[in-house]
């Protein structure tokens, strides 16, 4: 009997931990998006900038320059909805879609017909993937009508290919443009990268500084490193994580012990971040 417990307990916990949202219109979050196409290239940012209510309606305000859009959440179903007009709220996003599930998105056609047109896009590719702020849930959606028009929706994020973080209305052919979100933060702490490299104006990746003493005598050195990465501590050093720039997990291994030499010659060059007991520091493998 006690086994069975033991067995529904865990199964219990495991099934709400994969069921666990992770909203995407939070206080402070700031989106980079890059652009290239027809009409030139370039960058531009995106925020949410606190909440306004509209007939009873709370909603998130989101700002481009001196534009500003509506969207609202719901946690419980988790979708995301923009408030186009007075008599027109879009659905945008619906994270509780699984492998093979359609949806409808309104999208408009700013190229040939001006005009709003319902597309059906259906889910081909569901995943959890690493990033820098979690696992989260990551989807590619394809239109029923025209396979090439694809969504990449991650959760907390948003769609990664895009005119823009959250909306999607762009059916133009490829050589209207080509948009991507390519980071996100919140705070001033950096909680998504595309790319190695690429950083938020104004950030620090993760919040972590490049240092190398951290909690109760812990130190990392050297950094940069190239085939030996030395971990000390006052206690024991316990549970060590390296993931690299996009949350990917690259290594990882629990030490019962005050020091610890991590083999790190196969990584490729570049930053990456050590997680010792929950805290987290930047060094740079050459």
């Known amino acids: 009997m006690k086994t069975k417990l033991l067995l529904l307990f865990i199964t219990i916990s495991v099934a709400a931990t994969a069921q666990t949202y992770h ?3 939070r206080d402070s979050v700031e989106w980079k998006i ?10 531009f940012t995106v925020h949410t900038a606190g909440d306004t209510v509209v007939s009873g309606v709370t909603y998130k305000k989101v700002k481009e320059s001196s534009h500003t859009t509506l969207y609202r959440e719901d946690t419980i179903g988790r979708k995301i909805y923009i408030r186009r007009t007075a008599a027109q709220t879009d659905l945008l996003y619906d994270y509780s879609l699984n492998l093979n599930d359609s949806i409808a998105i309104n999208l408009f056609d700013p190229i040939i017909s001006m005009t709003w047109h319902l597309q059906e896009f259906k889910v081909d590719s ?3 993937t690493p990033i820098l702020s979690g696992t989260r849930k990551f989807m590619r959606l394809h239109a029923t009508q025209s396979p090439s028009n694809v969504l990449y929706w991650l959760e907390s994020v948003g769609n990664l290919y895009v005119l823009g973080p959250l909306d999607y209305v762009n059916t133009c052919p490829v050589d209207c443009g080509y948009d991507s979100l390519v980071c996100q933060q919140q705070n ?3 909680t998504f990268q595309l790319s190695p490299g690429i950083a938020c104006p104004g950030t620090v990746t993760t919040g972590i500084a490049d240092i190398t003493h951290g909690y109760a005598g812990l130190s990392i050195y050297p950094n940069p490193a190239h ?4 971990i000390t501590s006052y206690h024991d050093i316990g549970d060590i994580m390296i993931s690299d720039m996009i949350g990917r997990i690259v290594l990882s ?3 019962h012990d005050t020091q610890a030499e991590l083999d790190i010659h196969q990584l ?4 990456y971040i050590a997680r010792v007991n929950g805290t987290s520091y930047r060094f740079t493998k050459e």
């Open 188 to 190: 001033g702490i950096q």
């Open 126 to 128: 569901v995943s959890q």
């Open 34 to 43: 890059n652009y290239t196409g027809a009409f030139g290239a370039g960058s």
């Open 268 to 271: 490729p060059m570049g930053m």
């Open 23 to 25: 909203p995407t219109l």
């Open 227 to 230: 085939d030996v990465l030395h």
């Open 253 to 255: 291994g629990t030490y």
